[in-house]
């Protein structure tokens, strides 16, 4: 069994890290990752916490059980405004409770999530504060601006105070690779942190062909049936005035040329259906 809360400290000086996933309870290969990688590992320099971020969702293999565990990290009041004041009951506001005096104990955290959707492809999310530590992530694509269009998450907490956030989207989850993604990027980040051979940092590999994308939309349902047109896959490219789904009667479409990102059918009004961006 998996300790939900590892510290490992070196003795030595160094950095201060978080590896974090699980946060989506069903989100398996970050948890396996961190099963395989934690069995051997000796750390050289600083101390790294292994956090498992929703202990509860994880043993029920679900998403979440109460809330969305990743939207949180926002202000209180700000919570409340969105979901009312029963938000405070929930096991997963109480738990981003938790996290956040873990959070303040390090100064950067890499989050780990894959997904649900079977195309799906690994990207990178942050912002201009993580791009250096990206070119050493196994992933080719970043995109930023989470923080504005969608607060709330690990990330989002993570820069407000001034720190860094840093979210690995492995891909699938039935996609064994995406396992692969997880554990090589957990491990390249260690090293790049030095808290494993650090004399081998000059090996790891930079990713020269990385492309960046910038949020600029999050679509809200405003009736019980919302219905993509087809389903999209991650980042594939729109033009202006393609239709993406219905919302109930009305048609939606997209405002500009753009690329689309976590489409979903959704059935309740207020639920999040897709986001927009550009690419760089
Ligand atoms: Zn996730």
Do not use: W
């Amino acid at each position: 069994m998996i300790q939900e809360v590892l510290k490992l400290d070196s003795g030595n000086k160094g950095a201060k890290s978080m590896i974090l996933y699980g946060v989506h309870g069903n989100e398996i290969s970050g948890i396996s990752a961190v099963q395989k990688i934690i069995k051997n590992l000796k750390i050289q320099s600083g101390l790294v916490y292994f956090v498992m971020g929703n202990p509860r969702a994880v043993a029920q293999n679900v998403r979440f059980t109460e809330a969305n565990l990743n939207r949180m990290f926002e202000d209180k009041n700000i919570l409340i405004q969105k979901y009312s004041e029963k938000v405070l009951n929930t096991y997963e506001f109480q738990r981003a409770k938790f996290l956040k005096t873990l959070f303040k104990e390090v100064d950067i955290l890499l989050d780990i999530h894959d997904s649900s959707i079977t195309e799906s492809q690994p990207f990178i999310i942050c912002e201009k504060n993580g791009f250096e530590i990206a070119k050493y992530l196994p992933v080719n694509k970043i995109v930023s601006g989470f923080d504005s269009i969608e607060p709330g998450g690990t990330d989002y907490f993570m820069n407000k105070i001034g720190k860094t956030g840093i979210c690995l989207e492995c891909g699938y989850f039935g996609n064994p690779n995406s396992q692969k993604i997880a554990e090589q990027g957990i491990l390249n980040f260690l090293q790049y942190r030095q808290h494993l051979n650090p004399n081998n940092l000059n090996q790891l590999t930079i990713q020269n062909t990385q492309k960046r994308y910038q949020l600029s939309l999050k679509y809200y349902t405003k009736t019980n049936n919302f219905k993509l047109i087809k389903s999209f896959k991650d980042f594939e490219k729109l033009k202006k005035n393609q239709l993406i789904g219905l919302d109930g009667k009305d048609q939606v479409m997209a405002p500009d040329d753009c690329f689309i990102l976590f489409a979903h059918n959704r059935k309740q009004a207020g639920s999040e259906a897709f986001l927009l961006g550009k690419s760089e």
